[in-house]
């Protein structure tokens, strides 16, 4: 169906977590369980500005300090730019 109305392309968004970690000490953050029509595209935002431009991919390491926010989101994108946003 090529109605983006009548779709059945979807995508969810999964951050995974939750997430428990200490300033300095390296955690694995994992969004492979996302959901979605076609090849799935990540982007994290860890700093809490809103940007989703810190990382990409489905999991990453990330290293909290003493600056970093107690929330971090993942914005997935799939076929045809459908996306979800997971905190």
């Known amino acids: 169906n090529d109605d983006p109305l009548m779709s059945d392309d979807f995508v969810t968004a999964n951050a995974g977590g939750p997430y428990v970690g200490a300033t300095g000490t390296s955690l694995t953050l994992d969004a492979s369980t996302s959901a979605g ?18 990382a990409t991919g489905a999991t990453l390491s990330f290293t909290p300090t003493d600056a970093t926010p107690e929330l971090v989101s993942v914005k997935v994108t799939g076929i045809d730019g459908i996306a979800d946003v997971a905190t």
């Open 37 to 54: 029509t076609g090849t799935l595209s990540y982007a994290w935002d860890l700093d809490g500005d809103a940007a989703l431009d810190d």
